[in-house]
């Protein structure tokens, strides 16, 4: 007979008296039925009782002595069915029902990760890393769930297995939604894929991995940081095995320094370039002679010079494929863009860049077309020449410009192939161009028919259609006892949404620049140069989503977009006055934009809501945000 133990039971008459209940519910307060589970009493070590959850998620086991108990779970039977269960919308314990449902009857109440009561580690689907998802595995050691007391019930809510996507939509027709995720992935790829710009501390919190492998996976919360940028993405909950499993991030180093990353799932690939942020992109921006493209890549065309090298700097960047060589036992290297074309395969194709980047996503989205991918820029300036933009103009592509971003401007649209281009001599090329940019500048018009009289129609071209951040300005009508006084209001231009409207055709020219905006190319452009910025991009971009989707954010808007639209219409009522007293004449009136142009401008901005239909249509998309409004309501 072995020796005993202090907490060896011995006179069981007396002490087997007590007894213990679990409930086993999940964030919405759905019990879990037909859950295997083990029980050790610390009591009696050697008496292990099994069972399964009924269908109430209940189990109960009597005859224990007075001491705490262990609960486990099987792992494999949990996971998965806690991969079904959504999350509950308020994140965190204030927002838990099951929680005041609890205690408000007596019980005690816990909230518990997977790991916390799995018996042993799960099989997780394409999870190869060593250490187990920290969230749902805090401890990577399976001690089971403790509970101190006997002759109590314990109400476990437990969090569901799952991980945050982002929201996308893979469509022709324009989504908010898209651009404002799309948009933080291309801010995102200004961070670099494990430190964030901080040499010394090499700081983690807000790089591309950071996001996708940790925020993304954290369900406390919403992911909050995107680069040195707090925004909150629009995201949804769904089974931990459609997280994104593959996270990429290509950097070309001296060569050329060229960015990007991409992350796949079961159904996206989504693939983001990064913008100027460099010496060496500066240079990579003003190479701008127009080369002959192959025509494994488009069959007629040119492309600017430093943007293609930039892009094709890439395709030297070795890694390593998810298939094993038979020869050796480890993964085959194969490039980078081979890699990305296999994963595009079957996938919902999604590419975006800023500036530079938006650039380098146009190219890749050529490369890519035979996999309709969805294609979102940001201040990205003219690529292609004209018989390549014709080629891929049906690839679906929003352009944002926001204000008076003078990127967009640029290279100008003419043919700037001229004949020391054409004789490979490129010093003199370059030099002729920066002669001709301030004489366009002076005396455009005639700048201009010189050039027409002398190129071909390969001119740079924009390629996709035109969003535009618009910034107008009109008198109010007050001004007769005030002075000159001006009323300003932002506006969300997406002209394919009034097709109808002959009016886009004059201000939104099919492969140009917006027209208020091309008309200012001849000041000094830097003086818009705040407008590049992408942060700003994309405030304006979440401050609308705010707008439409909070009412109290809307009561703002609507009363700003209220008071414009009266002064328009005095405006256009009194544009052809002459007001000796307050020295305002019709030359002032018609200097703050023309009025029919503000009347279509502002058809245009309302009839943004409707690209949040697809979202707030489908059951991820109210969920995701649902999300957004309880993380930004206050």
């Excluded at 492309?303 to 998810?322: D, L, T, Y």
């Excluded at 989205?365 to 035979?370: E, F, V, W």
């Excluded at 005396?443 to 009289?453: G, Q, R, V």
């Amino acid at each position: 007979m072995g020796q005993l133990e202090p907490t060896d039971c011995i006179d069981c008459q007396n002490t087997l008296k007590h007894w213990i209940e679990f409930q086993l519910v999940d964030e919405q307060g759905k019990p879990l039925i037909g859950i295997p589970y083990n029980l050790m009493s610390m009591g009696n070590k050697k008496d292990i009782r099994t069972g399964v959850t009924d269908g109430e998620g209940f189990l109960r086991e009597e005859n224990l002595p007075p001491m705490q108990v262990i609960l486990w779970t099987d792992a494999q039977k949990l996971a998965d069915e806690m991969e079904l269960r959504p999350l509950r919308t308020v994140r965190g314990p204030l927002g838990s029902k099951v929680r005041f449902d609890a205690q408000k009857q007596g019980h005690s109440y816990h909230y518990v990760k997977i790991g916390d009561l799995c018996d042993k580690a799960p099989q997780i689907e394409s999870w190869n890393e060593e250490q187990l998802p920290n969230y749902h595995f805090p401890n990577n050691k399976f001690h089971g769930f403790r509970a101190a007391f006997v002759n109590t019930r314990y109400v476990l809510e437990i969090c569901p297995f799952r991980a945050w996507l982002l929201l996308l939509h893979h469509q022709k027709e324009y989504s908010l939604v898209n651009a404002y995720n799309q948009g933080l992935m291309s801010v995102l790829v200004y961070a670099n894929a494990k430190d964030n710009g901080n040499d010394e501390t090499k700081e983690y919190s807000g790089s591309v991995f950071h996001f996708f492998k940790d925020q993304l996976l954290d369900l406390s919360r919403l992911p909050n940081q995107i680069e040195q940028k707090q925004f909150q993405p629009i995201v949804y909950d769904a089974p931990f095995r459609e997280r994104y499993t593959r996270v990429e991030f290509i950097d070309t180093g001296k060569e050329l320094d060229t960015q990007l990353f991409y992350v796949v799932n079961n159904k996206d690939l989504i693939i983001s370039w990064r913008g100027t942020a460099q010496g060496q992109d500066f240079w990579t921006d003003l190479e701008f002679k127009p080369i002959q493209l192959s025509e494994k890549y488009l069959n007629k065309g040119k492309v600017h010079k430093g943007f293609w090298q930039a892009f094709m700097a890439v395709n030297n960047i070795k890694i390593e494929s998810e298939n094993k060589n038979e020869d050796k036992d480890k993964a085959k290297k194969i490039n980078t863009f081979e890699d990305i074309k296999a994963l595009a395969t079957d996938k919902n194709v999604f590419i975006c860049g800023h500036s530079l980047g938006g650039a380098l996503a146009l190219l890749h989205s050529a490369q890519l077309r035979i996999h309709n991918p969805c294609l979102y820029t940001y201040g990205m300036p003219r690529v292609l020449t004209y018989s390549a933009v014709m080629e891929i103009n049906n690839i679906i592509h929003y352009r944002h410009v926001n204000k008076n971003d003078p990127i967009p401007t640029v290279p100008f649209e003419r043919d700037m192939d001229n004949y020391f281009f054409q004789n490979n001599l490129d010093f003199d090329g370059y030099h002729l161009e920066a002669i001709l940019l301030p004489m366009e500048m002076i005396l455009p018009e005639k700048t201009k028919k010189f050039i027409e009289n002398t190129k071909s129609k390969e001119v740079f071209l924009h390629q996709g259609k035109m969003i535009h951040f618009y910034k107008g300005r009109t008198i109010e009508e007050n001004i007769f006892l005030l002075g000159e006084k001006y009323t300003e209001t932002e506006l969300y231009l997406v002209p394919s949404l009034l097709p109808g409207e002959l009016a886009k055709e004059g201000f939104f020219p099919i492969n140009k620049q917006p027209m208020q905006v091309e008309q200012i190319r001849t000041r000094l452009d830097l003086l818009y140069i705040l407008d590049h910025l992408s942060g700003d991009y994309m405030e304006f971009i979440k401050k609308r989503i705010l707008e439409l989707c909070i009412p109290k954010h809307n009561t703002t808007y609507k009363e700003d977009k209220h008071r414009f639209e009266n002064a328009t219409e005095f405006e256009n009522k009194h544009k052809q006055k002459f007001i000796t007293g307050n020295k305002i004449n019709s030359d002032k009136f018609k200097n703050n934009g023309n009025s029919s142009m503000l009347q279509y401008f502002l058809r245009l901005d309302q009839q943004l809501e409707s690209t949040l239909l697809i979202s707030e249509n489908t059951e991820e998309g109210k969920r995701a945000l649902n999300y957004y409004i309880m993380y930004n309501k206050d």
